[in-house]
């Protein structure tokens, strides 16, 4: 009966939404506060009803309830405790269902913190996201029914797809919905104003916070999603320009646009079409990738189901969201013209090349996803777009937003003077200049690296000398500056750690006999050979490799080799991480006798990449708390 | 349906709750009105830029320009909309959400509660096929329309052996819906079974039908590719395959039986 209850709680939520898009709408439009007022008890009641919803399922997986017919699909009684309560997002029904219960939860702390917001805003934000809710329902309970039961349940349930067999699926997820879904909030926000007819200082105020904690979610969820891809496929990539990555990476560049567009609208009240649009992009992207996911359109280990019903649900969603919203903005548009002028050289026009680099690089990943599935579609022959096209075009277009986050935040709004920021610039310039001559003539000749170390060393001296000034101006250091720079700062540690990694790294692919022994980078890779090894949801070979430096024993590397029981062989490379390189070792196949095919690789700066994310994340978040957005406002 | 006590307490939970707000609705005073939040966010920006130009962070002109800005986009931001609200007569509206979410609610959930729900026994103790037979049995003589009932009796029949009484449940499964692709090679697969694994006659038209329905579905691509190889149509049966594995992921389990079956065939194409 349990079940039955978590379905009922899922129903009573979709009545709850229709009831939040009628009722307080009424209220606005006859002004009856009581009604419009209605919002907030409305979402916190749809909250707690699928609240209940998504532990029910989490129940029945811990339980082994085998009567419904996802947990049966995507569970069985060995899969450890922790798999188990993940598994609930790890197909389509539950991960649609975790989609729901996170942007309830959003909804709800939109409800409340929102003290300082105007109730009419805040509550036609509830409305929209209530909108929103219903057609993210409506999917669920028709389309892809998480309760939906089995006439005889089975003994014992399927297998967890064993990729998803890991930790990453624990968090990676429940991270990349809270930013994706996130998004839901700046464009609630959006098409409120809209709806109201009034774009002004309140809205652009409240919404950033917003976008910022999404954006730092949606940056976390990304960089989990990596070093997942990283430690758990078993050949040492981080990013594989995947399409389904693409489309979590579309609306990042997107909100990172639309954070930057923000902050022009917010101090200086211009860019407003682009701050509307961005936050129509952010989310409209969002449901791309959850159509691109879900439609069946792909076929990728990220994708969930091959069922037309559910893409062409989701297609419609997507036209009623994007339609819609562009209506809104052609009706209101006049009121998107006012903005205050700004020169050529000004923060105003830094930020606008900043949004057109972002927005291109976004086209061009966009192109790259979609131009194959359109060219099968028309019956054109199927192409495959990878790593190359996206590193030829992407790149170009990231190089000159990386230069630019390190000179305009020295220029000055409204209107600069060159020479001023020349002579502001120039001290900096040549230790950048002398900095990278020197990593040429001591640490590597490679081009690509030596552009990253200059570009590493251009934004850092920059960022830490724009600190300093700072800090001696006596200016009180806001939260919002902190956050700047961290995030700034996260980008070049980034861009550092993914060149490096990418032209340093050395990979090598090899047959390794007992006793043998590899040298790489310096480190003397010892094969010990391989041995049975088993667990409850798996059996299977570990290997035993030791690594020695100079003579001295630096690691012990136990790599696996994991059969499932499907039958699915499972990589688990074993890694020695460290900040200034990881050693990397995945085990192949036996080739006969005791010799194994053994793939070694040497990642250099590896960790920057993700430690780059964090920091991006984490400058996002203390944006998010500068005290303007605690601002006490007595009515 | 099932309506079960706990629905009930679920539904007048939720109609407290509402109305309780209905009648206590969250205090208005408590709420802010666009102009207050305007002003104050302005003269929150004013504050800052008088900060900023106490540091030299910008230039006088500048703080002029900037200060006027903000003055004029204030006066264009203020409506002085003092709207009175109207009040509402709690009752009717509480007893109309009350009667519209009880309606609704049963009414979706009547649509998609399961027929049948298995006893708490069978969930710890495991039925055997002919149990299990039988109680599918019992229920499609009182649902003889369940489409998934009949398709899950013709695979358990099929299970046990009776290939007969398979097709017989598929038959019927197919009349009721015929454009299910999994019915379509399941149904096939059983006929075949019934002619020593000849893939012909009404068991190829089947999986032609599967085919035109979805010719991109990697079951129905392996299928197609047994009926062509039976035919002595190998390269057919090289072109399914090959499409099956370009569209299968890399780790996909069936993998290996399509490679085995391309292989099988590509050797037979040599010779």
Redesign the interface.
Known sequence: ?LI??G???L??A???S??LIV?PSVGLY??????A??A???VW?QGF?ITVAFFVLMTAFLTN???VKYVAENSNTQLPVLYKASAVWGSHEGSLLLWVFVLSQWTVAVSFFS????????NLTLIVLGAISLGFLLFL??TS?PF????????EGSELNP?LQDFGLAVHPPMLYMGYVGLAIPFAFVLSALIRG?L???WI?WTRPWVLVSWSFLTIGITLGSWWAYYELGWGGWWFWDPVENASFMPWLVATALIHSLSVSE???AFKQWTVLLAIGGFSLSLLGTFLVRSGVL???HAFA?DPTRGLFILIFLFIVIGGSLVLYTWRSSLLQ?S?PFSLLSRETGLLINNILLVTAMLSVLLGTLYPLILDSLNLG?ISVGAPYFKAVFVPIMIPGVIALAVFPYV????DSLFRVFNLLKFEWICVVLLTFLSWVFITDNFFVLVSVGLFIWVVIHVLVLFIKRLR????LSMSFIGMVVAHLGIAVFVLGATVTTQLGIEKDIKMNIGETQTIAGYDFVFNGVSPHSKENYSGFIGDISVFKNTNKVAQLNPEKRYYQ????MTEASIDPSITRDLYVALGEGLGGEAWSVRIYYKPLVRWIWLGGLMIALGALFAAIDR?YF?R??? | MIIAWQFIIMIALTCSFFAWFLFRPISQSQSLSGDESNIAINQQRQDELKSDINQGLIADDQYQVAESEIISTLATELRLDQKESIAIKPLPWTLTIILIFSVLSLGIYSQLAPKMISSENSLTEPMSMSDSIERLQSYIKENPGDFQALKMLGLAQIGIGNVNQSIEAFESAYLINSKDIDLLLQYASAIAASQDGQFDGKSKVLIDEALSLDPQSIQVLYFSGIVAAHEGNLSGAIEFWEKALYLMSTNHPDRNIIEEALGTVLNLQVK
């Open positions: 009966m039955e209850v379905h009922f709680a129903v009573l979709l009545v709850i229709l009831v009722v006859q002004n009856k506060d009581s009604l007022q209605l907030k008890p409305l009641a009803w309830d085998f009567s003290k300082r917001i105007p109730s009419d805003l805040i309970l028709f029914n939906e039961r089995l006439l005889i349940p089975p003994p990729l009034q002004d200082s309140t105020r101090k200086r009240r076929t990728s280990v091959t006012q205050n199927k000055r709004w409204k209107k101006s006596k200016a009180k499907t039958g699915m062989p303007r601002l406002i007595k009515s």
